[in-house]
């Protein structure tokens, strides 16, 4: 049986993505936010590493020039300027919303680096910083009277008219078909690592909302640019693959062969270092190669690293004392739905952002610590587009709980 519910918008996808869109709409509209499980089971909840910012106007120039380098130029200039020049009050504004990144002893930002960086610019906190962000906007989307969020529904289709997209059907988790009407809809589904055997993403990302857009004619890109991380725990355990952030290479861990000699510069680009990860492997005919924390201070370790630390040795590992096993695992899309700068694809009224929408700013391969970035500044672009274009159009009243009961 199917029934129908209204709202101004309908984001599918709880991520950083999708929460920051719904924040930055204007309190008058009613949204709905959907997720297809638990709202704690984003990607955005994995990232380890950090969120970039441009530190100071000195570093514009080589900002710019390691994200270009690390995508083989492939990228959208204009997106990329657009990232970095709005990262600063991205950071400040997720300050505002208390998430906790660290600080130096004068309370000034305090910054990390990581492989493709020329220079240390990635804010964070501890190795955790994806859950301190999502958890943040989690609780402030919770105390908005004006959005609603429904867990356990996938959407399975875009409502359609006359080319112009008037909201999605979704299946409910007791199966129940819903037609939710919306003037606005913005999917932030994530990425596709649920379809490949050996990920660091969660297993429900299966690139829904890429399937459906296909469908409906909207315009894809780039579907065959996907990053592997270089460094994974390596385990015979099935499940999603355990990531161990770049930041730790960026604090000084190295990578050695079986014969416990490095073999690649770790802070180069992601894709550079997976390339020579497995050709050491076929080269040594192993299954992975080792990750040595001996340079790195046993207080960063625990002070930067706590939660990677726990892991290993969850896994038997004591990453203070020995090397740990990892290999590349898939971690990253690139390509997408197509969007402009305002990120809108190629239907009215349909969004995209996060990682399941290209816009041309990681090029062909990301550099570490943009992805987060860069889900917030074009979220927050699609939130100020939609409530432009929609000045002086009177909101629908939701009737969500008439539907659902």
Known sequence: MQSDMYYDAVIAGCGVAGLYTALNLPETMRILMICKGDMAECDSMLAQGGICVLPDEEDYTAYFEDTMRAGHYENNRESVDIMIRQSRPIIEELLRLGVRFEQNEDGSLRYTREGGHSRARICFHKDITGKEITTALQMHVRSCSNITVMEHARMCDLLVEHGVCKGIALETKDQQVVHVHAEDTVLATG???????????????????????????????????????????????????????????????????????????????????????????????????????????????????????????????????????????????????????????????????????????????????????????????????????????????????????
């Not at 015979?236 to 062969?257: C, H, M, P, T, V």
């Not at 004591?318 to 969007?339: L, R």
């Open 191 to 405: 990425g596709i690592g649920g379809l490949y055997e050996h990920s660091t993403n969660y297993p429900s990302l299966t690139g829904d909302a890429l399937r459906i857009c296909k469908k409906h004619g909207i315009q894809l890109d780039h579907l065959d640019y996907v990053q592997i991380h270089p460094t994974s725990l390596y385990s015979r355990k099935k499940g999603r693959s355990f990531l161990i952030s770049e930041s730790a290479r960026g604090d000084g861990a190295i990578l050695l062969n079986k014969k416990g000699e490095r073999f690649v510069n770790e802070l180069l680009p992601r894709d550079v270092v997976s390339q020579a990860i497995f050709e050491e492997m076929k080269k040594d005919g192993t299954e992975h190669v080792w990750l040595s924390f001996q340079n790195v201070p046993k207080e960063t370790i625990q002070s930067h690293f706590p939660n990677i630390q726990e892991a290993c040795c969850k896994e038997g590992y004591d990453i203070t004392k020995e090397s740990i096993p990892v290999v590349p695992a898939q971690h990253y899309f690139m390509g997408g739905i197509h969007v402009e700068s305002h990120s809108q694809t190629t239907m009215q009224h349909l969004y995209a952002v996060g990682e399941t929408s290209c816009n041309g700013v990681h090029g062909k391969n990301r550099l570490a610590s943009n992805s987060l970035l860069e889900s917030l500044v074009f979220a927050k672009r699609a939130a100020d587009n939609i409530t432009v274009c929609r000045k002086g159009k009177k909101a629908y009243e939701s009737n969500y709980d008439a539907a659902c009961c």
